[in-house]
């Protein structure tokens, strides 16, 4: 069965802390992508990747860097804490497919980061 | 940039009643999805449009895609306690990867 497994359900951390966050997928998936979800804003995307070494900005990348060292691993890092990054983080992976078609995505569990 | 609006916000039925919502882009969509999220879950794939004025069924769920590829609709026939959860619409960019995400109608259901 398909799934995208991200390290932390909670996390709790300090304005200014450096904050990583993990997925890994075992579906061999090109495609990654970290959204943050926030009540009434939907889900804004971050950063993706097609690639192992590639990645894309998306709508909000600002406070965030991302890395993609293997296929399987995309980490989301938040070089300096801030309460507005408070959110419900979520990784997402998919295959990619020949436009204009789209594969679906497959979300993690998401975690819910809290900056003090 | 692109947005895709959905409403309404909110909408809270009596059990066996129908349910809409509807989401709109600013700009033409490649295709169109549909995504379900329960209370404390994550979102899950329902569907994916992508003709112009495509129409798809799933039991009770009827999908449109507006002729003009910016708009779509989602309605759910006599609802059950189980629709209970967050719909969100997400478009994609013309040739790109980016899925643009509604701001999602969150539906409760009074058995």
């Known amino acids: 069965d398909v799934k995208v497994t991200q390290s932390s359900r909670y996390l709790v951390k300090r304005t200014g802390e450096k904050v990583f966050l993990e997925c890994v997928q075992d579906?061999?998936?090109?495609?990654m992508f970290w959204y943050r979800q926030d009540p009434g804003l939907g889900l804004r995307l971050i950063y993706f990747?097609?690639?192992?070494?590639?990645?894309e900005k998306g709508d909000i990348p600002e406070g965030y860097s991302v890395s993609r060292e293997k296929k399987e691993r995309f980490s989301l890092i938040l070089e300096s804490a801030s309460t507005n990054q408070t959110s419900m983080y979520l990784c997402?992976?998919?295959?990619?497919?020949?436009?204009?078609?789209?594969?679906?995505?497959?979300f993690g569990s998401g975690t819910q980061l809290s900056v003090l | 940039g692109q947005q895709v609006m959905q409403i309404p916000q909110y909408q809270h039925v009596q059990e066996g009643e129908d349910f809409t919502t509807y989401c709109n882009s600013s700009?033409?969509?490649?295709?169109i999805q549909w995504y379900k999220q329960r209370p404390g879950g994550h979102p899950v794939f329902l569907i994916q449009?992508?003709?112009?004025?495509e129409v798809k069924k799933q039991k009770r769920l009827t999908f449109q895609f507006g002729e003009a590829k910016k708009n779509s609709s989602l309605h759910i026939t006599a609802t059950q306690t189980t629709d209970v959860g967050t719909y969100f619409c997400?478009?994609?960019?013309?040739?790109?990867?980016?899925?643009?995400f509604g701001s999602g109608t969150r539906l409760l259901v009074r058995p």
């Open positions: 997400a478009g994609f960019r013309d040739s790109s990867y980016k899925l643009i």
């Open positions: 579906m061999d998936h090109e495609n």
């Open positions: 990747s097609y690639d192992v070494k590639m990645k």
């Open positions: 449009l992508v003709k112009s004025g």
């Open positions: 997402a992976s998919s295959f990619p497919v020949q436009f204009p078609l789209n594969e679906k995505l497959f």
């Open positions: 700009t033409t969509l490649s295709n």
